[in-house]
């Protein structure tokens, strides 16, 4: 990550969180619910992924300042890896063990801030709930932090250059961003040995933020299943001739 001081930190996070929340406001109609309930003191905001965008969101309409986790390779594209860096979030390598980001989210809530993950790992291409990828969820999993579900809905609406001719014709999508009341893992989630139950109750919490069409592999009739993705093995692309 690069060093900056913490003045330059500061500002930049704030040219960031501006430049979204106006380019969400002038393009969308944003509606924010339950902002109060982000809890002062270490807490892991834990939200469904259908667009880019839902991180920087997210940071932006927060009350207070949110480090978020996002995949490495976001970091690595110019000009994007820079308003990554700019509001403060860090890197995670999705098909591994990444014990570089687990050491990062756990120096960030000992200092009492929150922590934004995507336990899906990656934004869903039909805007529905995901099974969750269980290194995505470590974090939730192996700390006693607070947890804040997040629902987000509608940013899967925004496309380039859709989002300026439904602008342009006074039909900006609706978006909205909510949180819910922060809860902690059951004690008898609490043991190593019950990873998986614990990460299908933390995203079930987030699903029922959701309405019934986004909730996809977490909707109704999975009720009593775990729902988990069972392998992390990045795929691999065709080979050709």
């Not at 336990?119 to 947890?147: D, H, I, K, M, N």
Request: some cysteine.
């Amino acid at each position: 990550m690069p060093t900056l001081r913490p003045w330059l930190l500061v500002l930049c996070s704030g040219t960031v969180n501006f430049l979204v929340r106006a380019l969400v406001y002038t393009f969308g109609r944003l509606e924010v619910r339950g902002r109060e309930r982000v809890p002062q003191g270490a807490s892991i905001m834990v939200a469904n992924h259908v667009h880019l965008l839902d991180p920087p969101l997210v940071v932006a309409v927060c009350p207070r300042p949110v480090h978020a986790m996002a995949k490495r390779e976001l970091f690595e594209t110019p000009l994007v890896g820079w308003v990554f860096w700019g509001m403060r979030a860090f890197p995670v390598r999705r098909y591994s063990a990444d014990m570089g980001a687990l050491r990062a989210a756990r120096a960030i809530l000992r200092r009492d801030e929150p922590v934004l993950i995507f336990p899906e790992g990656t934004r869903s291409p039909t805007g529905q709930l995901q099974p969750v990828l269980p290194g995505a969820a470590a974090v939730a999993v192996l700390s006693g932090a607070e947890l804040v579900p997040v629902a987000i809905t509608g940013t899967e609406q925004i496309t380039v250059p859709g989002v300026f001719f439904a602008w342009m014709r006074g039909a900006r999508p609706r978006i909205t961003v909510e949180c819910g009341e922060p809860f902690t893992r059951p004690a008898e989630l609490k043991q190593a040995s019950k990873a998986t139950e614990a990460s299908d109750y933390i995203m079930r919490r987030v699903a029922a933020l959701l309405p019934e069409q986004y909730r996809g592999a977490y909707g109704s009739g999975s009720e009593g299943n775990l729902v988990f993705r069972r392998s992390e093995v990045r795929p691999t692309a065709p080979r050709r001739g």
